[in-house]
């Protein structure tokens, strides 16, 4: 047990450390401890208050939360108004605001200190001998609620100024807000827990505040930034506003570095363009910037009128949210068969443009928002982002407001759209000949590690499909060198090419060919494992729409009892095979126009090597192995040899661990050598591996 007298010299020395490693994070955006030595200190202090409690101060940086929530807010009536800003909405409003200030000065040009405007909530924060002791709303400017034991639990806001030469009393202004980042990871945290989300950083910041429970204000993502004041005593503050943030600064209060000192009206129309330009990368939002007299000796003069200064004026930007009127839900189907669902509102004008159409989308978020037709939403667009609907007004929900559902057939081919059991997207499942899925399947059926067509590249896809020879998979293995000679970049010699590497890509393997399919959920493994476990096409065919079959069937059953039917299907035999993908796999097989397609590309001579009967477990001369592939070989690819593995049923890993049975060894080896050898685990060269694979 450390000493009393030696407790108190460390808790002085933590808590002044501590005060600098806040300033430093918050203030210059400079910090130079870790986060977890930050915490190291944060629970040394901690730990020696607990020992010695009659030692604890109030400006602590332990002291942030206090305790128990508090029955309501008290009021705090402000000695100086907070008063309110008069907006300018363009250019004109802003040159009228610089004239009139010139004209009462007699003066030909005025200094300006300009400044983001935050969207968060204003704050007064209240320092006696640089000690914080209140912090309250700003309320209706007059009278406030008193958020003392919140305030504090914000790291950005000091609770002991730093430095030295503040008045005895200095009521610090500034905004509290949440940013982009911390609000968005709260929503994500609220979303996985089933809870409502938040509309946007404002609102949330505002809330936060205001909660009664400062721990659960100390939960939320707050930060600070200073740019005004209140009542000093006494007032030995600079005489120009940009001098006084700088002195904030040296006390260890957090200031904008987006505050700039700019000259004229000139100055501070540049300083709004670029503003608006930097808005969206902001780590912050802001709806306009603010424009106010530097020196204070032109502010008194320049007084105020109703209850805003003259001196001082908001320069909004175009409102990114607006409130109107859900008309309709339309799905749109993208490339990989996903439906989206499109939001038709009543024609707002928000973010500078008018907004007709926004996204909603998934299924999962329209539910966990309720979101229904008719309903007055809240939507936002930033910069070039697409519109989206972030909320719904609940209390203007009409009676006849209807609840939006998911088609059951897809919108553009009429396939079966499958949602399945907790996933948030929906998906078409004509994968084969949909319209809206077709580029996007074509480029992956040819694809190297699918049929591998090489020279059938994205670009060339586009000009097929766009000049219609191409509508399916299938067509692809009816091009002749006439046809494809007339695109652009395709000369005589490169459509032969074409011609020679679609005849090459007809042999091919089961597994690839499973992959090219294109399947949703079916990657080359998924792949691989179906080929290996049905030997040929037709039994897997038989077994997906067998499986489809139950599904339906059962489709009434209670979820439990149903998915225990289900397993006993054999499709849920093969291993890997949830009941995610194996409704994905069902759903393709059961549409007839899938089925259609490889008909077509079976008869036009797309074939595969004949696979032995399946043979019984643990017969297969790789049955457990697993095997890891590294560096080049000289008789066939990596793909190649992954195949010969699985066919022996072995497995082919990614990298080198202790369960790994033999490491293949090509020219040019990567690390994967090194940790075989570290390892101790076989290592192949490659007349090893072939000879293994022939015995």
């Not at 007055?376 to 559902?405: F, L, S």
Request: hydrophobic share 40%; glycine share 8%.
């Amino acid at each position: 047990m450390i000493a009393r007298r030696d407790a108190d010299q460390r808790l002085r020395k933590l808590r002044a450390e501590l005060d600098r490693h806040n300033y430093r994070y918050y203030v210059l955006d400079d910090p130079e401890v870790t986060d977890s030595e930050y915490d190291r200190l944060m629970a040394e202090l901690k730990a020696l208050e607990a020992e010695y409690p009659e030692l604890i101060t109030a400006d602590s940086p332990s002291q942030r939360v206090g305790g128990a929530p508090a029955a309501e807010f008290g009021e705090v009536r402000h000695s100086v108004p907070m008063l309110s800003l008069d907006n300018a909405f363009n250019d004109e409003d802003v040159r009228d605001f610089d004239r009139r200030a010139r004209e009462k000065l007699e003066v030909e040009e005025i200094e300006y200190v300009a400044e983001p405007k935050l969207d968060g909530l204003a704050i007064s924060l209240v320092y006696e001998k640089g000690v914080l002791r209140s912090g309250a709303t700003r309320g209706d400017g007059i009278t406030g609620e008193d958020v003392t034991a919140n305030v504090r639990t914000v790291r950005a806001i000091p609770l002991k100024l730093m430095g030295e030469g503040w008045p005895s009393l200095l009521e610090v202004r500034g905004e509290v807000y949440m940013p982009k980042a911390g609000f968005e990871k709260l929503n994500r945290e609220l979303a996985a827990r089933g809870e409502k989300t938040y509309v946007n950083p404002r609102n949330t910041a505002a809330g936060s505040l205001r909660q009664l429970d400062p721990r659960l204000t100390a939960a939320r993502p707050l930060e600070f930034y200073a740019y005004a004041w209140g009542e000093v005593r006494p007032d030995t503050l600079p005489k120009r506003h940009a001098e006084v943030l700088e002195r904030f600064r040296g006390w260890g209060l957090r200031v904008s570095k987006e505050i700039k000192t700019v000259k004229g009206i000139e100055g501070c129309l540049k300083y709004y363009r670029a503003m608006g330009e930097k808005r969206d990368k902001l780590p912050y939002e802001i709806d306009g910037v603010v424009y106010k007299v530097n020196r204070l000796d032109y502010r008194e003069e320049l007084g105020f009128v109703a209850r805003a200064p003259r001196w001082a004026v908001a320069h909004k930007f175009p409102a990114q949210e607006e409130m109107t009127v859900l008309k309709a839900v339309d799905f749109q189907v993208g490339r990989t068969g996903a439906l989206t669902p499109t939001a038709r509102l009543e024609p707002i004008f928000v973010g500078g443009v008018t907004v007709s159409n926004a996204t909603l989308h998934n299924m999962d978020e329209i539910e966990r928002k309720d979101i229904r037709v008719g309903d007055t939403v809240i939507v936002r667009r930033a910069g070039d982002v697409i519109p989206e609907v972030v909320g719904v007004v609940i209390a203007r929900r009409p009676k006849n407001a209807k609840k939006v559902k998911l088609p059951a057939t897809c919108p553009v081919c009429g396939s079966e759209v499958v949602r399945s059991e907790g996933e948030a997207v929906a998906r078409c499942s004509g994968g084969l000949f949909c319209d809206a899925q077709r580029k996007e399947l074509i480029r992956h059926f040819a694809s190297r590690r699918a049929m591998d067509i090489e020279g059938l590249g994205d670009k060339l896809v586009e000009q097929l499909v766009d000049a219609k020879l191409v509508h399916t998979a299938a067509d692809v293995y009816r091009l002749t060198a006439k046809h494809l000679a007339g695109l652009e970049r395709m000369g005589e010699k490169s459509a032969q090419n074409l011609v020679e590497a679609i005849e090459a890509s007809k042999h091919t393997t089961l597994a690839r060919f499973v992959f090219a399919l294109g399947v949703p959920d079916v990657g080359e493994t998924t792949a691989a494992d179906l080929a290996k476990h049905f030997r040929d096409l037709d039994p897997l065919m038989e077994a997906a729409q067998e499986y489809e079959k139950h599904r339906l069937k059962l489709a009434t059953t209670p979820p439990k009892e149903a998915e225990k039917r289900l397993k006993e299907v054999a499709l849920r035999q093969v291993e890997g095979i949830g009941p995610v993908v194996a409704e994905q796999i069902g759903a393709f097989f059961h549409q007839p126009g899938n089925l259609k397609v490889i008909r077509e590309l079976r008869k036009a001579g797309v074939d595969w090597p004949a696979m032995p009967a399946r043979p019984a477990t643990g017969s297969q001369p790789f049955e457990g192995k697993i095997f890891v592939l590294t560096g080049a070989l000289a008789s066939m690819t990596r793909d190649a040899a992954k195949e010969r593995i699985q066919v022996l049923g072995g497995k082919v890993a990614g990298s080198v661990s202790a369960k790994t049975h033999y490491v293949v060894v090509g020219s040019d080896p990567g690390s994967k050598l090194r940790d075989a050898e570290r390892l101790g685990v076989p290592i192949l060269d490659e007349d090893a591996f072939l000879r293994l694979v022939k015995s």
